[in-house]
């Protein structure tokens, strides 16, 4: 769907080169955007003039995430091409009704360009669905949503003027970030393929911008995935769910109890052989189960285990992907449980979290572990979360704010050069975040991230070791879906 291209115009721009990267890194302010709401439409492509003082979610001034570069007409290689993490947390269209997506506070890329006679395109790149907003050396604002090939956005400038352009590559899909490569040619070129078509100034009919609605196997699994092939040792393969979500699993098939998240749990690509293939769960609460199976279909079990725990066992099981939830048969209700994959029929005990009495940096973390060296790729790294949990975090450190779990949600063993670390967390609801150190110090912030009530902490001089984090929830009882996000350049 062609939704067209549009520009509008800004408080004039200042063209002065800024300061070298690093010292955009460490000096770039923060910027809060409280309570952002928008109503979920696409409206016509069209022109709008915004007055003076007229205040955009989108900062130009601040430092570019993924870098920048000076280009001359006539530069080579032609495509210059550029690796960019797409999306954020704000909603391009606080500039437009006719821009789409969801992007970040600050640039993801600053291109300088020295302009000559031919036309200057900026594309995405991306398995995903990405959009793109670009601010030109004039002021004005142009985006794009699928000007490309398939659901790729483009950009052309037949006119192209010298000076500063500000690049954002935003996802059409809210808190999707997704691996994308920025391109900008002068040859009619994105990723060496030739461009079909540009995406002209005009009209462009409405599109609807779809509501999360309930589960979708087309998302990442927030837990991971699996390749396994008929024989796998060992047998069961287990892998650790927080259970539960906001959507009804009724809602998906009748034959379903629980609630789920939209995203899978977890995803099984199997390789079939003679043997039958079991999902089972094993949880101290009540869970459910919800698998689409390869061809599509939904199949869903409640109690058909041991005590209150699902098991579905398909025979003769077809070759494919497996997309997996775990639901908590409570609404509201986030557990750990053990998810068992399994040929012979095991289903292994769950051995999670032990039952904590406080915040214990010693147990095991509920979201899992990662072991990132300076200069780590992607940055940032992210981790899903469920936020929250019953000890107050001012127990750990006097002044902390929120209510966290017992056990960490994450564990990340660091190995530090000269670039700060930023642990922060991205959130529909208002998060706090706790931190101990690898020295022993406990770290903790509200609000202090880049956008709405997200919080952030810099560690400017790193220490190498285990950081355990936990996010939490400024209000108890208010379990929420969060990213996690692990950087050397900028905060969420």
Known sequence: MKKGLFSIRSDEKSFSMRASIWERRVCKGVHSSKGITMNKFLMAVSVIAITSGTALAQDPSAAPSFGDVSLTTGYTPDPYMVSIT???????RGISPSCAGWVANAPDFDLYFTAGSLPLTIAAMSDSDTTLVVNAPDGRWYCNDDGGQGLNPLLTFNNAQSGLYDIWIGSYRQGDFANATLSISEIGQVGGAPINSNPQVGPAPSYPIPQPNGPDFTLNPTAGSVNLSAGYAPDPHTARIVSGGAFRAYDTSSNCAGWVSEAPDYAVNYNAGGFDLTFGVDSGSDTTLMINDPNGNWICNDDGGVNLNPLITFSNPQSGRYDVWIGSYSQGEFANSTLSVSEVGQVAPHRGTPVANRIDMSLPAS?????????????????NIVSGGQFRASSARNGCAGWVAGAPDFQLTFNAGSLPLILSAASNSDTTILVNDPNGNWHCDDDGGNAGLNPALSFYNPSSGVYDIWIGSYAQGDNASASLSISELYSE
């Open 86 to 92: 797409s999306g954020g947390l704000i909603d391009a």
């Open 367 to 383: 979201f899992g572990s990662a072991n990132l060296s300076s200069g780590f790729a992607p940055d940032p790294y992210r981790v």
